[in-house]
């Protein structure tokens, strides 16, 4: 979304529509944030592993332990592993917070809530209906995804609203025999999205306040969940709500009862928008919490690796077990959209702009019908995970071909006790080569890695090529348990002359939870000629949100608040979001629309331009914590062993990450193993050590 002004909340009384005046200057996170400077513990599930950094102070004590069915015993064993380690007991953290894959696992593998929807009548098929865009307009057979709600779960109610008002009440008798029928049904969840609801929500209250007092089921109504005009996305929306609302709710509700037993303070769970919030409003909120860990690992990257880089911004790239997320941090913004689709569902709430592509260290490799190598989507997993774990796996893997390659030794242990079985992944491979017809396992490791890595390249063009950046002009953040093996080979690539692994390049997502604002969004519907809306409706709308943010957030005193606005052109079917002042400038706004028009699309319209939405976001703001290192003193590498680039076999030494030499950069090929992922720097690049801890790849002069 871009950056947006910010106003700091007045002293005294929320007066709708005041400015505040005084108090802190904009953006100024370093001084402002409240230092987490306690004993503070940030957990992240991934599809392979549960990540866990934990502060004490300038220290950062790191575990990464195996993922487990039921999430939260595996956040409770990395807690107990991290804490042991650390030589504390979990009764003294002070602060817990937390990003999983409940939501989106419910979304990707189809178990959500059993899910009724009620509309208005003559809506029913809206989730069907759609767009009316095909998945792939040139394949014949494509096919839409079924919707989340089946037909036989969608029920009607008599009512109307346009968007100047209430035209036909919802009548009583409607209310009742929907209840009858929702029981009937035998449903988990409602979703409750009426026409026009987003302008007019009286109906939909009365309806939404009836199933809640008459049935013992969360419902979600769209006027809460996304008061925004376009009926699919906001029926979307809300239906994605009502689908992952049960299983976030347990899912909550076990790990905070887990917290309890540790002598844990209840947690902070991340959302989509890259800010954390209390257990208690993701509870009621579910659809808030798809991509929450991905939104981790991005503002991880941006508070480690915005340090001291002279580019326009950053590419930040995870890669982990099972897929690899790609997105872009400029101006020191972390980039943000409310036009997401996960799973073929339209998602509008705000959420951190991120390019997903399934391939991992877990994704497994496969030869198609015509006989060309391909990476995932399908992975391994945890359980039995690659063939190299050892656990039961026979599928070749990116993991597997980066063993075999001598990128990961074999006595590298990952996840604690998990160490590697080299003849088992050559065995994976060899048998990938047969079906390719390639010459032997490390020929069919290297295919992997370039397909994989390919893939990879294909995601970070989508977000910086594009969308009319260069990524010639970005830095590269790697991170993830698999990021910094590939990114400076995907650097290369893409010309791209910096790669930063930050120190804590394996937990990344769980170290961003620790850096992690407390964000709240809100937003409402306002159309109209710009040239004609009335300034003081506008502030007025804005002075609205503006309270219910601040009745939502832990400290409103410390709250800072930004304003933005989506406008377009008469005529288009998209808009463009920029920043906003208080009070509220027609002129001014209609200026910055013009200037980001001519930015995303290369020219401005003689056209009128249109206010569509009013938004507004409330930060209580947190510092990350600061992380030293010094590295070592001796020069010499740990080891080498031989590794294969595509030029060639090398051979090629092996540094101890927490003892990487500070004094001169190094050049590659080199190898610099951590407690939780290494780097891999080929040929033709060097790697030096920052203040902060974190190695910085650039392309050699050598």
Known sequence: MGGRSTDDRATGGRSTGDRATGGRSTGDRATDGRQTDGRAIGVDVGGTFTDVALSLGGDLVTAKVPSTADQSEGVAAGIETACEAAGIDPESVTEFSHAMTVSVNALLEGDGARTALVTTEGFRDVLEIGRQTRPSLYDLDAEKPAPLVPRRRRFEVSERSTVDGVERPVDDAAIESVVADLRDAEVESVAVCLLHAYAHPDSEERVADALRDALDVPVSASHEVLPEFREYERTSTT?????????????????????????????????????????????????????????????????????????????????????SDVSLVRDGEVERTTEATIADRPIGTPMVDVETVGAGGGSIAWVDSGGALRIGPRSAGADPGPACYGKGGTEPTVTDADLVLGYVGADTDLGG??????????????????????????????????????????????????????????????????????????????????????????????????????????????????????????????????????????????????????????????????????????????????????????????????????????????????????????????????????????????????????????????????????????????????????????????
Not at 601 to 613: C, F, M, Q, T
């Open 417 to 702: 006790d998990l160490s590697l079985d080299a003849a088992a992944a050559r065995d994976a491979l060899a048998r990938l080569a047969d079906e390719a017809g390639m010459e032997g396992p490390v020929a069919a490791a290297l295919g992997v890695h370039r397909v994989a890595n390919a893939d990879m390249t294909r995601a970070i063009r989508s977000v910086t090529v594009e969308r009319g950046h260069d990524p010639r002009e970005f830095g590269l953040v790697a991170f993830g348990g698999a990021g910094p093996m590939h990114a400076v080979s995907i650097a290369d690539g893409l010309d791209v002359e910096r790669v930063v692994v930050p120190h804590a390049s394996g937990v990344l997502s769980a170290y961003g939870l620790l850096a992690a604002d407390e964000t709240r969004d809100a937003v409402r519907t306002h159309q109209g000629p710009l040239a004609e809306v009335d300034p003081d409706a506008i502030d007025a709308v804005y002075g609205e949100l503006l309270d219910r943010l601040l009745s939502e957030v832990s400290d409103p005193d410390a709250a800072r608040l930004e304003y933005a606005a989506d406008c377009r052109y008469a005529g288009q079917s998209f808009e463009l979001t920029v920043d906003v002042e208080r009070p509220f400038d027609p002129a001014a706004v209609g200026e910055r629309f013009a200037a980001a028009h001519e930015s995303a699309y290369g020219y401005r319209a003689d056209e009128p331009v249109e206010l569509v939405n009013c938004r507004a976001t409330a930060t209580v703001p947190r510092s990350a914590p600061a992380i030293e290192s010094v590295g070592g003193d001796d020069d010499a590498p740990r080891t080498t062993r031989e590794a294969v680039f595509p030029d060639g076999r090398r051979e090629t030494p092996v540094y101890d990450r927490e003892r990487f030499p500070a004094a001169e950069p190094i050049e590659g090929p080199v190898v610099v193993e951590g407690p939780e992922s290494t780097v891999v720097v080929p040929p033709a690049w060097r790697v030096r050590l920052r203040d902060d801890g974190a190695l910085v790849a650039e392309v050699s002069d050598a």
């Open 239 to 323: 239906v994605v709500d009502a689908y992952v609302r049960p299983a976030i709710d347990g899912y909550v509700g076990r790990l905070t009862e887990r917290a309890r037993d540790l002598g844990l303070p209840q947690p902070r769970i991340m959302q989509a928008n890259g800010g954390v919030t209390d257990a208690d409003t993701v509870r009621r909120n579910a659809v808030t919490t798809v991509l929450s860990g991905p939104a981790a690992g991005v503002v991880g990257a941006s508070a480690t690796a915005a340090t001291a880089d002279d580019r326009d911004g950053l590419i930040t790239f995870d890669m982990g077990g099972t897929s």
